[in-house]
């Protein structure tokens, strides 16, 4: 391959070659394959290809995308989607459990309601078990007067 040398004023030590490259940096630099030599791209499913001081990794499915940081593979669709989907579904039945759970208070407070109407309305015309005392009818025999 082509050879480059790398000596720069910046450099206190000498000459030192780039990243992607090996060699004394004075004389010479070559590219480093780094598909042949196995740094990168070692991920299932991925493809490398040497580029002049770096290399191109792709992954065999166009749905998914290389992760250079990672070296691996995603899929472009991802868990964001699903994370998203998910939490909007616990939010959905959340809303289900409180406005059922807030249905039952309502009906059990309604019934509530209508059980002490509907007391305060029969106790006006016939006496119930829990009004001791109140409208208590007496018999009166005539041999008691």
């Known amino acids: 391959g082509k050879t480059i040398s790398a000596c720069s004023n910046e450099i206190s030590e000498g000459c030192k070659c780039p990243v992607g490259f090996k060699g ?67 939010i959905f039945f959340g809303l289900v459990f409180a406005g059922v759970g807030a249905y039952a208070v309502y009906k059990y407070r309604l019934r509530s309601y209508m059980d002490s109407e509907i007391r305060a309305i029969m106790a006006q015309y016939m006496p119930l078990d829990n009004q001791v005392g109140a409208n208590q009818h007496q018999v009166v025999h005539a041999n008691d007067i």
């Open 24 to 90: 004394d940096g004075e004389k010479s630099c070559e590219d480093i394959d780094e598909c042949q030599e196995k740094l990168y791209c070692q991920c299932k499913g991925c493809s490398c290809k040497n580029t002049w001081g770096s290399y191109e990794c792709s992954c065999g499915d166009d749905n998914m995308l290389y992760m250079r940081e990672h070296d691996t593979c995603i899929s472009k669709e991802g868990t964001a989607t699903t994370v998203g989907w998910s939490f909007l579904w616990v």
